[in-house]
């Protein structure tokens, strides 16, 4: 886990872009989109995602999640318990403002069609909470983490050298 605020925004990013990376395969998918719209497009609506993702994450879902979790979370020895309450509060909170994201998108493309605005963002909502949780959980949280932890493993490492 970070230790410094430049570990938070390392890990921010890379946590960030594998959710949007992810998410977006995902909602092209079950939108029926992938074929449809150009690789200039889809690149488009990932580096805004990203963008997007990264700023609520910072400025907005992050601080709250971990407000929420250690508020809750009185024996921090349960780093299991920590994980999994903080990926459950950072996917409830992206999951409700992106959905909003998903909704603008898809109004500004082609419209509501037919959908009132609110069951529109719900059934965004709802899709991408399914397969965002398990997501976070399962598959990305751990290999940011893995990933993240080797990385900081080999800046240590070549700091203990250079000295």
């Known amino acids: 886990m970070p230790a410094t605020k430049k570990e938070s925004v390392y890990f921010g990013l890379m946590m960030c872009a594998g959710m949007v990376i992810m998410m977006t395969c995902y909602n092209l998918f079950t939108n029926g989109l992938i074929g449809k719209i150009s690789f200039m ?34 024996n921090k020895s349960s780093k299991i318990l920590m994980i999994v309450m903080m990926a459950f509060c950072m996917v409830i909170g992206m999951v409700t403002f992106m959905s909003m994201y998903g909704l603008a998108s898809s109004y500004y493309a082609n419209g509501l069609g037919g959908e009132s605005l609110l069951g529109s963002y719900f059934s965004i909502f709802i899709k991408n909470f399914v397969f965002a949780l398990p997501l976070q959980l ?26």
């Not at 290999?143 to 700091?159: D, I, W, Y």
């Open 138 to 163: 399962l598959i990305v949280g751990p290999t940011v983490r893995f990933l993240f932890g080797r990385l900081k493993a080999k800046s240590v490492n070549e700091s203990l050298s250079a000295v």
């Open 41 to 74: 497009v889809i690149l488009l609506q990932l580096a805004l995602g990203f963008v997007i993702a990264f700023l609520l994450e910072s400025f907005v879902v992050g601080p709250i999640a971990k407000k929420v979790v250690f508020s809750f979370l009185r």
